[in-house]
C-alpha cells in the first residue's frame, strides 16, 4: 500500500514497513538518528519529545507549531513537514546558532540540559508567531516545558527577546515553499499482532467508503488522547482513519452572532478566535492543557471523547450549541444536551463523524462565566469544570438559566433544580445561595483521586455562590493578563 513521506529538517523521508502507531519520537529517535528530541513522559506533560510541524490549514495561511512528538503516530506526518532542534543550526561553529539557541545561551536558561532541546522547538514557534501581545501568551507558550532546574526566569526571559523576530531562517524558507494540498493515504503493515491499516481519505464519499470497510476502526485527529492507548497501555489497532485530510472540518466561520466550529479545529485556533468574542470559550481553553496540546488537539476530539471532565462540553452546553454529525446520507443536529448518551458514549451513529459546532455568541448583557477546578493549574484533568449563564430583564429578574457542570456525572450534564431555582427569581445573592442549596440535588458525584464526592458536590455549589461576584464588575469576565486561574475570587477593582 502508500508509504508515508513528509519532509525532517528540509530532507524527504520515506517510511516503510513500519508500524502505524510507531510515534513520531521513536521514529526520530530510531531509524532517523535524531536524537536531539528527548523522551521524558510520553504521555504529552513534560515538553522533552517537542518539535515543530508545518500546519498549511492554520488560519490566516501556514504556521509552525510545537507539538509533542512522543503522541504523534508518524502517519499523522504525512505530506508535512517536520523540524527538530538538530535542523535549527545553520552553519557549522557557534556561529551557526539559530537566534533562538543564541538568546537561550546568553539568558543562561539551559541548566541540566535534559529539556534543552524541548524548550528550544517551543521557542521556535514563539519566534515564528506574530501575536504574542500579552504576557499570558508567553507563559501559555512556555507552560508545556517542564524544567526541574527551576530554570523558568532566564527561559522566559530568552523567549520574550526572540517573539516574534520572524528570522530568514530555514523553516522560514519552508513557510514560504510551494505545498500541495494534504495528500490522501492508505497504509497497511503486518506485524506480529496482525495487520494494521491508516486511512487519511480527503473527501466524504472517500471516508464514507472506508468506513465500511473497516467497521472496527478508529478515528483520530491530534492524537493527544489515543496516543496515549499506545504509549502507556500499548493498544494495536486493526484501522485507524484520520481526519485531518477533510479540509472543511478545519473550517471556524462567524455571521454576526452565529458560529460555526468544525469539528478539526485545533484548540489553540478556538482560544484565538474566542479571545474577545466569546470569552467564555477562551477562558475555559486558558488552562485546557499546554500550547503543544492545544496545537493538536481537536474540537470534536475532545467533545466525541466523551469524557465527563471534558472541559469543551459544559461551554457547549451553556451556549445551547448545536452538534452537526454528517453521514453518507446527510447531515443530523443534535442539540448538545442530547449528544452525551453515556460515559464516554455519544449520539453519532455508526458511519456517522462529527462535522462542526454550531452556536449563537451571547449578547453583551449575557451573565456568562467558565470555571475549571484542578490540583494544579498548568496542564492537570478538572476536578469539577461548569459553565454559568443567567440572563436578566431590565427589572432584575432572571429570564433564563443554564449552569452546565463537568466532573459531577458520568457525562457533562446541566443542574436542572439549580436552574429551576434562579428561573423568575431576582438576580442577587441571595437567589445564588438557593441555587447552590438546590445543586445537591441534581448530581451524585462519584470519589476518586481527584476528589470526593462531597468536595466535588461543595465546590459546585461554590462555584455558583461565586458566580455572582465574578460576574458583578463585568458580565462576560476575560482572565487578565497576568498569573491567575479561572478563579479570581470576587469583585477586581
Same mark, same amino acid.
Not at 481526519?243 to 469539528?263: C, F, H, P, Y
Not at 475555559?284 to 481537536?298: D, P, V
Not at 443530523?332 to 448518551?341: C, D, I, S
Given at each position: 500500500?502508500?508509504?508515508?513521506?513528509?519532509?525532517?529538517?528540509?530532507?524527504?523521508?520515506?517510511?516503510?514497513? &513500519?508500524?502505524?502507531?510507531?510515534?513520531?519520537?521513536?521514529?526520530?529517535?530510531?531509524?532517523?538518528?535524531?536524537?536531539? $528530541?528527548?523522551?521524558?513522559?510520553?504521555?504529552?506533560?513534560?515538553?522533552?519529545?517537542?518539535?515543530?510541524?508545518?500546519?498549511?490549514?492554520?488560519?490566516?495561511?501556514?504556521?509552525?507549531?510545537?507539538?509533542?512528538?512522543?503522541?504523534?503516530?508518524?502517519?499523522?506526518?504525512?505530506?508535512?513537514?517536520?523540524?527538530?532542534?538538530?535542523?535549527?543550526?545553520?552553519?557549522?561553529?557557534?556561529?551557526?546558532?539559530?537566534?533562538?539557541?543564541?538568546?537561550?545561551?546568553?539568558?543562561?536558561?539551559?541548566?541540566?540540559?535534559?529539556?534543552?532541546?524541548?524548550?528550544?522547538?517551543?521557542?521556535?514557534?514563539?519566534?515564528?508567531? $506574530?501575536?504574542?501581545?500579552?504576557?499570558?501568551?508567553?507563559?501559555?507558550?512556555?507552560?508545556?516545558?517542564?524544567?526541574?532546574?527551576?530554570?523558568?526566569?532566564?527561559?522566559?526571559?530568552?523567549?520574550?527577546?526572540?517573539?516574534?523576530?520572524?528570522?530568514?531562517?530555514?523553516?522560514?524558507?519552508?513557510?514560504?515553499?510551494?505545498?500541495?494540498?494534504?495528500?490522501?493515504?492508505?497504509?497497511?503493515?503486518?506485524?506480529?499482532?496482525?495487520?494494521?491499516?491508516?486511512?487519511?481519505?480527503?473527501?466524504?464519499?472517500?471516508?464514507?467508503?472506508?468506513?465500511?470497510?473497516?467497521?472496527?476502526?478508529?478515528?483520530?485527529?491530534?492524537?493527544?488522547?489515543?496516543?496515549?492507548?499506545?504509549?502507556?497501555?500499548?493498544?494495536?489497532?486493526?484501522?485507524?482513519?484520520?481526519?485531518?485530510?477533510?479540509?472543511?472540518?478545519?473550517?471556524?466561520?462567524?455571521?454576526?452572532?452565529?458560529?460555526?466550529?468544525?469539528?478539526?479545529?485545533?484548540?489553540?485556533?478556538?482560544?484565538?478566535?474566542?479571545?474577545?468574542?466569546?470569552?467564555?470559550?477562551?477562558?475555559?481553553?486558558?488552562?485546557?492543557?499546554?500550547?503543544?496540546?492545544?496545537?493538536?488537539?481537536?474540537?470534536?476530539?475532545?467533545?466525541?471523547?466523551?469524557?465527563?471532565?471534558?472541559?469543551?462540553?459544559?461551554?457547549?452546553?451553556?451556549?445551547?450549541?448545536?452538534?452537526?454529525?454528517?453521514?453518507?446520507?446527510?447531515?443530523?443536529?443534535?442539540?448538545?444536551?442530547?449528544?452525551?448518551?453515556?460515559?464516554?458514549?455519544?449520539?453519532?451513529?455508526?458511519?456517522? &463523524?462529527?462535522?462542526?459546532?454550531?452556536?449563537?455568541?451571547?449578547?453583551?448583557?449575557?451573565?456568562?462565566?467558565?470555571?475549571?477546578?484542578?490540583?494544579?493549574?498548568?496542564?492537570?484533568?478538572?476536578?469539577?469544570?461548569?459553565?454559568?449563564? &443567567?440572563?436578566?430583564?431590565?427589572?432584575?429578574?432572571?429570564?433564563?438559566?443554564?449552569?452546565?457542570?463537568?466532573?459531577?456525572?458520568?457525562?457533562?450534564?446541566?443542574?436542572?433544580?439549580?436552574?429551576?431555582?434562579?428561573?423568575?427569581?431576582?438576580?442577587?445573592?441571595?437567589?445564588?445561595?438557593?441555587?447552590?442549596?438546590?445543586?445537591?440535588?441534581?448530581?451524585?458525584?462519584?470519589?476518586?483521586?481527584?476528589?470526593?464526592?462531597?468536595?466535588?458536590?461543595?465546590?459546585?455549589?461554590?462555584?455558583?455562590?461565586?458566580?455572582?461576584?465574578?460576574?458583578?464588575?463585568?458580565?462576560?469576565?476575560?482572565?487578565?493578563?497576568?498569573? $491567575?486561574?479561572?478563579?479570581?475570587?470576587?469583585?477586581?477593582?
Amino acid at each position: 500500500m502508500d508509504c508515508v513521506t513528509f519532509h525532517v529538517n528540509g530532507r524527504k523521508t520515506t517510511v516503510r514497513d &513500519v508500524s502505524p502507531t510507531t510515534t513520531l519520537l521513536q521514529y526520530l529517535r530510531g531509524p532517523l538518528h535524531l536524537a536531539g $528530541t528527548k523522551e521524558g513522559c510520553a504521555e504529552g506533560d513534560c515538553g522533552a519529545c517537542t518539535v515543530v510541524v508545518l500546519d498549511a490549514e492554520a488560519p490566516g495561511g501556514p504556521r509552525w507549531r510545537a507539538v509533542n512528538s512522543c503522541l504523534l503516530l508518524v502517519p499523522l506526518l504525512h505530506g508535512t513537514h517536520v523540524f527538530t532542534v538538530e535542523g535549527l543550526r545553520s552553519g557549522p561553529g557557534d556561529e551557526g546558532l539559530h537566534p533562538v539557541q543564541r538568546a537561550l545561551v546568553d539568558a543562561l536558561g539551559s541548566q541540566c540540559g535534559y529539556c534543552t532541546p524541548g524548550v528550544v522547538m517551543s521557542m521556535v514557534e514563539a519566534c515564528h508567531r $506574530t501575536d504574542l501581545d500579552a504576557g499570558w501568551k508567553l507563559d501559555d507558550q512556555m507552560c508545556g516545558n517542564l524544567c526541574r532546574c527551576t530554570g523558568y526566569r532566564p527561559i522566559r526571559e530568552a523567549t520574550s527577546s526572540i517573539a516574534g523576530l520572524c528570522p530568514d531562517d530555514r523553516l522560514r524558507a519552508a513557510l514560504s515553499g510551494k505545498r500541495d494540498a494534504q495528500p490522501s493515504l492508505d497504509y497497511a503493515t503486518d506485524g506480529l499482532r496482525g495487520s494494521q491499516r491508516f486511512c487519511i481519505p480527503t473527501d466524504w464519499d472517500t471516508l464514507f467508503d472506508v468506513l465500511e470497510r473497516h467497521p472496527s476502526h478508529r478515528f483520530i485527529q491530534g492524537a493527544t488522547d489515543l496516543g496515549l492507548d499506545v504509549t502507556k497501555h500499548g493498544r494495536h489497532f486493526d484501522a485507524l482513519v484520520s481526519l485531518q485530510g477533510l479540509s472543511e472540518l478545519r473550517r471556524l466561520d462567524t455571521n454576526g452572532s452565529r458560529w460555526s466550529v468544525g469539528a478539526g479545529v485545533k484548540l489553540a485556533d478556538l482560544e484565538d478566535a474566542t479571545d474577545h468574542a466569546v470569552p467564555p470559550l477562551s477562558r475555559m481553553l486558558r488552562f485546557f492543557g499546554s500550547r503543544q496540546i492545544k496545537n493538536s488537539a481537536t474540537v470534536g476530539g475532545n467533545l466525541c471523547n466523551a469524557s465527563p471532565i471534558g472541559d469543551l462540553a459544559p461551554v457547549f452546553l451553556a451556549l445551547d450549541a448545536t452538534f452537526v454529525a454528517r453521514g453518507r446520507g446527510g447531515e443530523r443536529r443534535v442539540a448538545a444536551e442530547h449528544f452525551f448518551t453515556g460515559y464516554r458514549e455519544t449520539a453519532l451513529q455508526p458511519g456517522e &463523524v462529527l462535522a462542526r459546532v454550531e452556536f449563537e455568541a451571547p449578547p453583551p448583557t449575557a451573565r456568562f462565566a467558565s470555571y475549571k477546578v484542578s490540583k494544579r493549574r498548568e496542564m492537570d484533568i478538572s476536578a469539577v469544570s461548569a459553565a454559568l449563564r &443567567v440572563h436578566v430583564d431590565d427589572r432584575g429578574t432572571i429570564t433564563s438559566a443554564c449552569f452546565a457542570f463537568g466532573g459531577m456525572a458520568a457525562t457533562p450534564a446541566r443542574a436542572r433544580a439549580a436552574e429551576a431555582a434562579a428561573l423568575g427569581q431576582t438576580w442577587s445573592e441571595q437567589t445564588l445561595e438557593a441555587c447552590a442549596a438546590a445543586i445537591g440535588s441534581d448530581f451524585t458525584p462519584l470519589t476518586d483521586h481527584r476528589g470526593s464526592a462531597w468536595y466535588r458536590s461543595t465546590l459546585a455549589a461554590n462555584l455558583l455562590r461565586g458566580f455572582y461576584a465574578d460576574v458583578a464588575d463585568e458580565p462576560m469576565p476575560r482572565l487578565p493578563d497576568r498569573p $491567575t486561574g479561572t478563579l479570581l475570587g470576587g469583585p477586581r477593582a
